[in-house]
């Protein structure tokens, strides 16, 4: 089947999708976009988190077929042109990205926190990420990154 | 035909700053290619079948159906092994796919190629295979029995440590004895096994890979596919996370067997189930100790008897049981001891390499004993372990007497001083509280509990391993201004390593322009990103290719302008003995490039006496030590860890940020085998293979980790620094589980804890 939507702001069509496939698997194998990890594919890590309608989903647990006619925003589309946004930013200069493989479901959850509260406080961090796995940092510098993302976009 | 990999950046900084690492930028936006993520044009999909059973004899094997399956391109067993069908780390025992007997749950059997990676699962599953099932060997006490099936040709016995240090016979006032198990921990690096072999049309394969060594890769590989050497050629591709489990071969060999079959670039790409069984675990195992002191509290002997179960093949065995022989006193000074390590061959899942490489294993225990030595001592336990303390000049078990910084006193008296978190609140928030947001608890029957640890390991290879890493740097002009290329073999599994080679060349040749190269065979061996090392040993190497770089530019500074002693290298600038610069660096070099190569080897260590296991055996030695102060519901038996603190000495921070974050997360990972981790093994099956069933700590698990950085200066390796990845996975659990016996009274000898071992 083709799979028309939005991607990143862009109308696409993913061609000769296979009914069984994920919304991950279409995105990077179809589309090209390998920027949504796949750490467990069961819903368990969110490393490839992304917007799906405007709501953080794990697209390893959508199916790819659910996509057609929406609107779709993956951590590639975050920044506008070649910069970073605030919120990568604050991952590179916080040290909250080590093998980096969480790194992009995690700059996307922290996106939509911020989005839906712009002052988290510290309990509201961990609940916010707590679908996130992180094996190399311990989250202390991810949590440093979120705090210094939500100072700058107050400031 | 070439993937796309990660961009070579430049970066600034030098030894000591804090540094933004050169990656991450490609990592936040997503644009970073791991080894998961590379592909080609015209690319198959690999998949693996794999044995059902831990043991059982291979009766036939047919695969006409898989043949017959749509897209599928090849399929393949043991006779399509074209070199010798066995490999291994040290001892070359594991076959690449099994031909008579399968040994484990899980073992790869045979392979497919398709053009869908779901065309090759199907097909995979098409592929009959019949076994004749044996009974399997489960328990490694009972692998030790003169009785017991022989897994392999020599036993299953694949390494017995004996350590005879001191009296054998010396008798104490004051005696406590323990037994302690471990479960098996999984490595758990998010990033799955995952690479692209491409064949070069000429017998050859080139492979793109994330793996900690690429040329023990290369080794094995050229050994298994019946090529030589040059003809395997090996590119780092982007690593997610390794922790010890990138160090066996997994998928390598699989796709370039299928690439070189099908004429076709192969990618293989596991499941996190798949995962599960396609690389090593953490041994677990059982330990029995006795601690003799004196009334005052001084050890006067400890026995002990170490048995790690390995698994099916020997992967890293025979040196995690070194390990967890020569470390099994932790850093305590003892005159007598008698170690017996023993690790044995099993039908279970492989074990091999984790962080901290058996010296985590033996830390739950000799902690749990110095606890208990205490209470029978009526002493505290932090100031029973100060008394006892490696020094400087202290001989270890192993009879090597240690030099440079033992700070073990002072890491126990830091953690010891530092101020305590708060008590648990009245109506605190309930991620808080142990059961977390589960709202188990709003206090009721929390207790609080501290405990203390503290452990060492050796950093880099032992036993007289040849260790050694190759660095090429490379000084020339590009756009008008001075650029150096470092390259290495080095593997950045997450640690930073990059970030490092970068640093360190900045430092050396004053540059600020340093681009590290893309990690390949091209350029001699780094040895692996394990043993803590790669900072020490590749970071030695690129300092030595610097220095030898430096005394090009001088001499050439010298023949050039004439002029006689005193000349340096300095921002860029060549400067005069009186400091005034004489001419920049970039018109000094115009066209010339100047390219050297060095290999650094740190100073050699010694093989173990056979009988006695004593000998100048390691290199360097690391130490830490942790406080925790957790809350458990002494009613559900649910922990919840309130803080961590730490202190360890670095020798010198070449990136303190980075240092920072090997603190952190190597503490995640103590906690993780503490109080959730474990791989669950019945009757030689792993019944959690999932990140569903496996629990990892998330960040509602972490508390914060308190840090003092000490950096006390090795005067032997370069800067002073010592490698620092593992100590903080060695000691964090063992204090955790401290603070869970203080809090609940009970003895608690098994990790990771459940809440049936603290309220049944
Ligand atoms: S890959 Fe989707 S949640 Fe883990
Ligand atoms: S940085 Fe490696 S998993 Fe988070």
């Known amino acids: 089947m ?16 296979w009914e069984g496939e994920s919304l991950l698997y279409m995105l990077r194998e179809h589309l090209g976009l390998y920027g949504s990890k796949n750490a467990c594919e069961q819903g368990e890590c969110g490393s490839c988190s992304v ?45 909250a990205v080590q093998c980096g493989f969480c790194t992009p479901g995690l700059v996307v959850a922290t996106h939509d926190l911020l989005q839906r509260i712009p002052s988290p406080s510290d309990a509201q961090i961990r609940e916010a990420l707590a679908g996130n796995i992180c094996r190399c940092t311990g989250y202390a510098k991810i949590i440093d990154a979120v705090n210094l993302a939500a100072g700058r976009s107050r400031s | 035909m070439k993937p796309r990999l990660a961009e070579e950046t430049t970066s600034g900084g030098r030894v000591g700053d804090r540094v933004r690492r050169p990656d991450a930028v490609q990592k936040v936006r997503g644009d970073f290619p791991y080894s998961s993520d590379l592909q080609v044009d015209g690319m198959l999909w690999g998949a693996t079948v794999r044995s059902p059973h831990p043991y059982a004899r291979i009766e036939s094997i047919d695969t006409k159906a898989a ?39 899980g073992e790869a059997v045979a392979l497919v190629a398709a053009e869908h990676p779901e065309q090759a699962r199907r097909a995979a599953d098409k592929v009959k295979v019949e076994y004749a099932v044996l009974k399997p060997v489960t328990d490694p006490e009972q692998a ?17 440590i004996k350590i005879r240090h001191g009296d054998q016979n010396a008798t104490a006032e004051v005696v406590v004895t323990g037994d302690y198990e471990i479960g098996m921990q999984d490595q758990a690096p998010l990033g799955p096994e995952s690479g692209l072999a491409i064949p070069d049309g000429e017998g050859g394969v080139d492979l793109y890979i994330a793996t900690q060594w690429l040329h023990i890769d290369q080794k094995q590989l050229a050994h298994v596919l019946g090529l030589e050497p040059h003809e395997v050629r090996l590119t780092m591709a982007g690593i997610g996370g390794a922790f010890g489990a990138r160090e066996d071969l997994s998928m390598q060999a699989h796709a370039c067997m299928l690439a070189l079959k ?18 090593v675990h953490r041994h677990p195992g059982k330990l029995h100790y006795e601690h003799g002191a004196t009334k005052d509290g001084k050890l006067v002997y400890v026995k002990a008897r170490i048995v790690l179960d390995g698994g099916a093949y020997a992967s890293s065995s025979t040196a995690v049981i070194a390990n967890a022989s020569c470390f099994a006193v932790g850093p305590y ?7 017996d390590g023993i690790v044995a061959y099993t039908n279970n899942p492989p074990c091999g390499a984790m962080r901290g490489f058996g010296s985590v294993q033996n830390c739950y225990a000799h902690e749990a004993q110095m606890d208990k030595l205490a209470a029978a001592l009526t002493m505290d336990p932090v100031a029973l372990r100060r008394h006892n303390s490696l020094e400087t000049g202290s001989a270890l078990i192993t009879g090597q007497v240690i030099d440079g910084p033992v700070p073990v006193a002072e890491l126990l008296r830091l953690v010891h001083e530092r101020p305590l978190p708060a008590p648990a609140a009245k109506n605190a928030d309930l991620t808080a509280m142990p059961g977390g947001v589960s709202n188990t608890t709003h206090g009721e029957s929390v207790k609080r509990g501290i405990g203390y640890a503290a452990g060492f390991k050796n950093i880099g290879y032992s036993e007289g391993f040849n260790d050694f890493s190759t660095a090429r740097v490379r000084l ?147 130490f ?123 003895p608690v000898t098994r990790v990771p804890v459940r809440p049936h071992d603290l309220v049944l």
């Not at chain 2, 897209?71 to 031909?99: H, M, R, W």
């Not at chain 2, 030790?144 to 017995?160: E, F, I, Q, S, Y």
């Not at chain 2, 370069?718 to 063992?734: C, M, N, R």
């Open chain 2, 333 to 339: 000074q003892c005159p007598n001891a008698t170690i």
């Open chain 1, 2 to 17: 083709n799979v028309s939507c939005t991607v990143n702001g862009r109308a696409q069509v993913a061609e000769g999708v």
């Open chain 2, 624 to 746: 830490a030590a942790h406080r925790a102060v957790v809350d458990v519901d002494t009613e559900l038996g649910l922990v919840k860890v309130v803080e961590l603190a730490t202190a360890q000495d670095v020798g010198k921070a070449i990136n303190p940020q980075a240092v920072e974050g090997q603190l952190e997360g190597g503490a995640a990972q103590g906690l993780g085998l503490a109080v959730m981790e474990e791989i669950q093994v019945q009757d030689g099956v792993i019944k959690n293979p999932s990140f569903t069933d496996y629990l990892l700590p998330t960040i509602l698990d972490m508390p914060p980790v308190r840090m003092d950085i000490l950096e006390l200066g090795d005067p032997n390796s370069p800067y002073g620094l010592k490698g620092v990845g593992e100590p903080p996975t060695i000691s964090s659990g063992p204090a955790i589980l401290a603070a869970i016996r203080a809090a609940t009274g009970r």
């Open chain 2, 144 to 160: 030790l029995l003169p009785k017991a099936p022989k897994l392999h040709p020599g036993g299953n016995v694949t390494r017995h």
């Open chain 2, 262 to 279: 099908t004429g076709r670039p192969v990618k293989i790409s596991y499941s996190r189930p798949e995962s599960f069984v396609g690389h």
């Open chain 2, 476 to 622: 020339s002009v590009v756009d008008g201004k001075p650029r150096v290329e470092v390259h290495t073999a080095g593997a950045e599994v997450g640690q930073g390593l990059v970030t490092i080679q970068a640093q360190i060349a900045g430092t050396e040749l004053g540059v600020r322009d340093v681009m590290v190269l893309t990690a390949d065979t091209e350029v001699g061996s780094a040895g692996s990103s394990s043993a803590s090392r790669q900072t020490y040993i590749t970071g030695g190497a690129v300092k030595a290719a610097c220095e030898a770089v430096r005394e090009r530019v001088v001499a050439l500074a010298q023949s050039e302008l004439k002029s006689g002693e005193g000349l340096r290298l300095e921002d860029e600038n060549i400067v005069g003995a009186d400091g005034n610069v004489l001419v920049a660096l970039a018109t000094l070099l115009g066209e010339e490039v100047i390219d050297e190569l060095r290999v650094f080897r740190p100073r050699k260590t010694s093989p173990l006496d056979p009988d006695t296991g004593q000998a100048n055996a390691h290199m360097q030695f690391a």
């Open chain 2, 67 to 105: 043949k017959a399956a749509p897209g599928v391109k090849a399929v393949l067993t043991f006779e399509d092994v074209a070199g010798e069908n066995a490999y291994g780390l040290e001892i070359a025992d594991q076959p690449v796919l099994a031909s008579d007997v399968v040994r484990y749950w």
């Open chain 1, 51 to 95: 917007y799906l309608g405007g709501t953080l989903v794990c697209a390893c647990l959508v199916l790819a077929g659910q996509a057609q006619g929406k609107e779709i925003i993956t951590v590639e589309g975050l920044a506008r042109g070649h910069g970073l946004h605030a919120v990568q930013d604050a991952f590179v200069e916080a040290g």
